[in-house]
């Protein structure tokens, strides 16, 4: 049967349940004779008679009591899993994916992920790292984290984190045998840990910056790595500098573990924030997510706002 005929047959329901053309009518609120008429189509339809009419009453045949509670349990089921859409859409659940990079997870995110799962426990967050430029979208994302400057204009940006400053550094004993670079165009003298980012098709060029004046420099070394924490701490071995956030290395720089370098050329920039790609109505669980994770520290203008 034609899904249109649905609607017929929840008619049926009611009219079986009211005994009445005219009491079903008001509850559908259509006119007796409109509902008279379908009810008579369905009839017709299904080849057998579901109702007997008489002046005073309707009354379910054998074929239509036998229908009736087929229905009627089946109809109080879709009743109750709308009224469960009704609660989630209420309540904060369901399921978020995030794509983001190593160093967001724990610098940015899980920090304020934390408080925000143990208060909520049917929110489910999946957080898959990724230094390629993903497209949220054709990904089946909910939503992505990366820096300020690295989100499309046409998306939906919150910060959630400070800015940021990306900073040289090696250890004391890399230091002990070499000078120390007093330009980044020294670093071609130095061995290097590389990071390779799958969306600029090679090696990462690190870019300085001092007084307007913007450098990138490609740099060579014995180690490449797609991620932070391997070059963080093949750096503290003294296997050559490194370039990364400076929050990742602070504490190393306050212990002496790590030096760094060409500080006059890492000037602060946009940080973290979190992006989706339009402003339709979000889920709670999302709408959550965005206020546990937005930041509302002091932070210079970003060209994305929300």
Known sequence: MARTNLNDLAAFATVAAERSFTRAAAKLGVSPSALSHSMRALEERLGVRLLTRTTRSVMPTEAGERLQRTL?????EIELELAGLTDLRERPAGNIRITTDEYAVGAVLWPALRPLLRNYPDIKVELVIDYGLTD?????YDAGVRLGGMVAKDMIAVPI??????VTVGSPAYFAARPKPRHPKDLTDHSCINLRLPTHGGLYAWEFEKNGRELRVRVEGQLTFNSGAPMLQSALDGFG????PQGQVQSYLDSGQLVQVLSEWSPAFSGYHLYYPSRRQTTPAFAKLIEALRYRGPRQASKHSD
């Open 161 to 166: 984190g400070p800015n940021m400053r990306m």
């Open 241 to 244: 500098l490194t370039y990364l």
């Open 136 to 140: 949220i979208v054709a990904g089946h």
């Open 72 to 76: 009627a349990p089946c109809f109080e």
